[in-house]
């Protein structure tokens, strides 16, 4: 079961169940769990969401036995990688973590949808129930998005966290520009006509990323071939993405499932690929939320912990728990 809105659209969707195609499907970071959601998208009401009747207490209990980092222990991971950022002068490795929250009886997973789609209007916001695989998120970035009638493409570079009120420094200056070089490249291998936006202000919630957009024609055959490239992208991996990724699996405490892979939706007329970043996995007596942040030469351990403070807020906010 999946309930979704798209960006900008407050029309609810769903599956319909009846149908052998699979309109939907979520790919794990690793490219090595693909969940797909039988049906094709269709477009439901408020009022039919509001009659079906699903409780935390039908989701799995969590048997994971994960134990989440102390702010210590992360302090003290990120000062390890930014030694190796500065010994293979990387210009930027991604680090996440798992805040995990016990301390409840039940969550209401309608209303706490809702709350997450009232919050973030401008985020692909969606809810995922199917066993052991239950997720919520809301999230911005567009790992592409595939016009099938005019063949267009489009992406963006989206990286730096602040928030809304502070103001940019170099440091998250200088982590979205190789992002940005890094889609360009991609894209120069498959269109001769590329378009690109001016760097500005992208405002989630209560924080702000910066942003670059991207347009190119591409061939309806090399889509998949993109999208293979692009992902990981630096945004929630790192610049070499290789040597990044070996990186990340030797020091992150917990896999990242399907935390920074990417959701697939496809329709009638468009293709769209959607970063999963701000988003908790869901279990009867516990709530995993999963955040991270681009670490430079620059940062600082101590501002890197509050971004992922401030990230885990997106989903955690919005939960009505008793």
């Not at 969707?13 to 149908?19: A, C, E, M």
């Not at 992002?179 to 378009?195: D, G, M, P």
């Not at 702000?208 to 591409?218: G, V, Y």
Request: net charge negative; aromatic share 12%.
């Amino acid at each position: 079961m999946i309930y979704f809105k798209l960006p900008f659209d407050e029309k609810l969707y769903t599956t319909d169940q009846h149908s052998d195609k699979n309109s939907i499907t979520f790919h794990s970071f690793d490219n090595k769990q693909e969940l797909q959601c039988s049906g094709n998208s269709i477009e439901t009401t408020p009022e039919k969401f509001n009659e079906i009747i699903i409780s935390s207490r039908d989701l799995t209990k969590d048997n994971t036995h994960y134990t989440a980092e102390t702010k210590e222990e992360y302090l003290e991971k990120l000062k390890q990688v930014i030694e190796v950022i500065k010994e293979n002068k990387l210009p930027k490795l991604v680090l996440s973590r798992r805040k995990i929250y016990r301390d409840f009886n039940d969550v209401d997973l309608k209303e706490s949808f809702k709350n997450l789609c009232s919050s973030y209007p401008n985020a692909f916001r969606y809810l995922l129930l199917q066993g052991e695989n239950s997720w919520m998120g809301a999230f911005s970035e567009v790992l592409g998005k595939f016009n099938k009638n005019t063949h267009q493409f489009e992406t963006m570079s989206l990286a730096g966290t602040l928030p809304v009120a502070e103001s940019w420094s170099e440091k998250e200056i200088e982590e979205q520009k190789p992002v940005t070089f890094y889609i360009q490249n991609i894209l120069k291998n498959y269109s001769e006509n590329i378009k690109i936006s001016e760097t500005y202000d992208h405002i989630t919630g209560n924080i702000k990323h910066l942003r670059t957009d991207f347009k190119a024609e591409i061939k309806p055959q090399d889509l998949d071939l993109i999208i293979q490239e692009l992902h990981p992208t630096p945004a929630v991996c790192g610049i070499p993405k290789d040597f990044c990724r070996e990186n990340i699996q030797k020091f992150e405490k917990f896999p990242r499932e399907l935390y920074a892979g990417y959701i697939k939706i496809e329709t009638d007329e468009f293709i769209q690929y959607f970063v999963n970043l701000r988003c908790a996995k869901l279990y009867k007596d516990a709530v995993h939320l999963f955040v991270g942040g681009g670490i430079t030469a620059q940062s600082s351990p101590q501002k890197e912990w509050t971004e992922t403070e401030l990230k885990s807020e997106a989903v955690l906010k919005n939960l009505v728990i008793s």
